[in-house]
């Protein structure tokens, strides 16, 4: 039993009670490079293992009944590896991106990605555009899933706070009218409720600049899980442990 649980972990197996789900989940995809270490395989093979984790997971979210979904892809940071393992994230990106999400929209996903985008390949910034707007067409999508691609938490933050300013200077915000939910309009995450439920495989614990002004109020699960290894069951331990924690927000 890791540590940081204080209390014991749920029964293997137990199922999560579909009337208490989170709205929104975050999950950190950390462990790709580990995953195919482990097996003797370039760290690249741990990253497409880890896209079909992804896949995975996001119907298996879906099927459950959960709206949100955001998982961490790509921070700010990860641009300090080698320049061959960021060429060959971009690679799987682009052609993931392609496949992938085109077939998700169709099973009524609408994608979204947080980050920036005007640091990606050409390519990979148009091809996130493009899935934006016809994800934003398509009508009544009852699922969203938040791709994080160039995030950083506190890159978000200072995007925010810049375009705020412009506001303020062009006169359309006043200084003193800002307050949390004004201010969460100009933030990536902006129309998504937050995250209840954030979750790092991999056995690592942080958060890594993944959504720090949206998970204020989150609920965290740890796991020595590597991504790629991942599962529906993985997830439902989640989802038990989620329901068993009591929310105060503050109050008693
Ligand atoms: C997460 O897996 C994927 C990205 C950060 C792109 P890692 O590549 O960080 O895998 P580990 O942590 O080295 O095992
Ligand atoms: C966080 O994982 C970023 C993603 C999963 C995309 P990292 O592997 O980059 O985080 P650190 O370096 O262990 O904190
Ligand atoms: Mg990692």
Redesign the pocket.
Known sequence: MAFWHRKKRPAAGAEPDLTRLPRHIGII???????AKKRGLP?TA??AA?AETFRTIAYRCRDLGIPYLTVY???TE?WKRPVEEVSA?MDLLRKYLLEALEKMEKDGFRIRFFGDLEALPPELRTLCLETEETGAAVAGAKYQINVCLNYGGRDEILRAARAWGRDVLAGRQGVEDLTDEVFSRYLDSRAVPDPDLIIRP?G?LRLSNFLPWQSAYAEFYFTDV??PDFSPAVLDAALVDFQRRQRRFGGV
């Open positions: 995809m950390d462990g790709n490079g580990r995953w760290r741990g990253h880890g892809a790509f921070s990860n994230i991999s690592e590597l991504w």
